[in-house]
Nanobody, 123 residues
């Protein structure tokens, strides 16, 4: 069981960068695939990125490839999302999620969710 808590959201200008952090308390953090899922106002949830428990494998949505980087530090029970070249369309609440199955994260579902952190990109 893990309890993700996101931080790092805020307001940035288009083209800027932002780093999100997710601290997931629990004794078995490394057993989970961790992911980021976002939801813009009035829109469906959208898978952003996921990373394997070991950190050896990553998966990105096409919309963020080359701009976002997901990483994790299992010693700190933390997963990061480095967001570069931000666009207004990236504006959303970003959720950190954990599950044993990457297929569930890719479908924007998971066993454990954080409360989300707002990212707003101004034009």
């Amino acid at each position: 069981q893990v309890q993700p808590v996101e931080s790092g959201g805020g307001l940035v200008q288009a083209g800027g960068s932002l780093r999100l952090s997710c601290v997931a308390s629990g004794r078995t953090f490394s057993s989970y695939v961790m992911g980021w899922i976002r939801q813009a106002a009035g829109k469906d949830r959208e898978f952003v990125a996921a990373i394997a428990g070991s950190g050896g494998g990553t998966l990105y949505a096409d919309s963020v490839k080359g701009r976002f980087t997901i990483s994790r530090d299992n010693a700190k029970n933390t997963v990061y999302l480095e967001m570069n070249s931000l666009k207004p369309e990236d504006t959303a609440v970003y959720y950190c999620a954990a599950d044993y199955l990457i297929s569930l994260l890719k479908r924007s579902v998971g066993a454990y969710w954080g409360q989300g952190t707002q990212v707003t990109v101004s034009s």
